[in-house]
């Protein structure tokens, strides 16, 4: 500790160095051991007396001259900074304890240790090698494909097939009743493109077919030749449509409106657009059930396909 008697106007004097002060109190502890091993004195009792000889013992405590101007402050700044800067002589010079005071260590703070817990060999094989559950999806089932998209398709070259061949009746019957001379055909032909006379059985013809078409589906030929009787009849039906959008029907009254109902009903070109979608629908509807027969079996093959996968049920593949 600093002087007390020192004030914050007086000089300080500036501290030794750390070696001369710890040189010094090393000299002090050794003057005074020095002084104990004088001041023992050992008595010997008389010869005739057999009492044990007094034993003057040593003070307990040596006597160390403290130097005045020794500021401990200051001389444990500097053994910190001669800590810092001179490992080695710090560690050399040992701090000054008297014997009769008692050491005393600092304590020992407790630490718990965890040890790790302990797993048996088995059971972690176990846990590596443990069979793992592998969920498989189950294969769906095959959707059937259908004809009818086909139908429609093969219908859009019927109608086409009816266009021509409808005309062809057309104009044939034109020449026949002298209505159409040969000169004019071809004229006759670019009129005839841009009536509803024309293009309206054209259309009823392809809507019957493929309706037509959506009910059999994938059936057999023998459906198309029974049931094209309806397809002619919607043709035939059309032609009478096609006369009216031509008069205009809008344009007439109910009784001339019957009258030309009544002169198309046996017309030749009626009839005509009956059998040329009677035959249209056989022939191309037999092309239609051809391809309804493949798609059968297609349908039949991925059916059997899936059974035969259910029954093998699911297979490991190690890559």
Partial sequence: MSDSKSSYGEPVEEPKAVDDV?????????????????AVVVEEPPAESHAAPE???????????????????MYEAHADDATTAYPVATAA????????????????????????AVV??????????APQPIFVQAPEA????????????????????FAVLYLAVWIGIGLLSGEVTTDAIVSTVLVALGTWALWVPVVVFFI??????????????????????????????????????????????????AELVEAQ?????????????????????AWVARRGARVTELNVEAQREYERTLEAGPQLTRV
């Fill in 93 to 116: 010079a040992a701090p000054v304890v008297t014997p009769s005071e008692p050491v005393v260590q600092a304590p020992v703070a407790e630490t718990t240790v965890i040890e790790p």
């Fill in 208 to 257: 019957a077919f493929w309706l037509l078409g959506a009910i059999i589906n994938r059936g057999r030929w023998g459906a198309w030749v029974i049931f094209g009787l309806l397809v002619g009849v919607a043709a035939y039906l059309g032609h009478i449509l096609g006369a009216l959008f031509q008069a205009p029907f809008w344009m007439l009254t109910a009784s001339q409106g």
């Fill in 120 to 129: 048996a060999p088995a059971a972690v094989a176990g846990a590596a090698y």
């Fill in 22 to 38: 710890v040189g010094s109190a090393h000299e002090g502890i050794a003057d005074a051991e020095a002084a104990g091993r004088d």
């Fill in 265 to 285: 009903l046996l017309s030749p070109l009626a009839i005509a657009a009956f059998v040329i979608g009677r035959e249209l629908t056989i022939w191309f509807g």
């Fill in 142 to 161: 095959p959707r059937p494909r259908g004809n009818r998209g086909a139908a429609g398709a093969i219908g859009l070259l019927a109608a086409l097939s």
């Fill in 55 to 73: 034993v003057v013992s040593a003070p307990s405590e040596p006597m160390v001259e403290e130097d005045p101007s020794f500021d401990s402050a």
